[in-house]
């Protein structure tokens, strides 16, 4: 069984930083592309980062570009999304999902994933 579990999130004052996590489980990790959505209230999904299996390639939402770092440790078989400078507007429920599909130039829809985690709710204060 396909199991995702993000963990991390939390409340936090602006510019302040968290570290999330997407442990795995139940699929051959490396045959996997894994990105980061977040979802707001009111707001649509939106894909935050994304990072690829195989070569390492990393892509951000331009709203992010420069605060967030996704990094991926295999041997763990988790991926971390390192939130720095947080704002605000970057309060959201924060999700990880797994997408065979390969990346290029930019974060694929969510329609391409295969597998979600239930999410971790962060929480910037101003």
């Known amino acids: 069984e396909v199991q995702l579990v993000e963990s991390g999130g939390g409340l936090v004052q602006a510019g302040g930083s968290l570290r999330l996590s997407c442990a795995a489980s139940?699929?051959?990790?490396?045959?996997?592309?894994i990105a980061w959505f977040r979802r707001a209230p009111g707001k649509e999904r939106e894909g935050v980062s994304y990072?690829?299996?195989?070569?390492?390639?990393?892509y951000y939402a331009d709203s992010v570009k420069g605060r967030f770092t996704i990094s991926s440790d295999d041997a763990k078989n988790t991926v971390y999304l390192q939130m720095n400078s947080l704002k605000p507007e970057d309060t959201a429920v924060y999700f990880c999902a797994v997408t065979e599909i390969v990346a290029v130039s930019r974060i694929p829809s969510a329609y391409w994933y295969d597998y979600w985690g239930q999410g971790t709710q962060v929480t910037v204060s101003s």
């Open positions: 139940g699929f051959t990790f490396h045959d996997y592309n």
């Open positions: 990072i690829s299996s195989s070569d390492g390639m990393t």
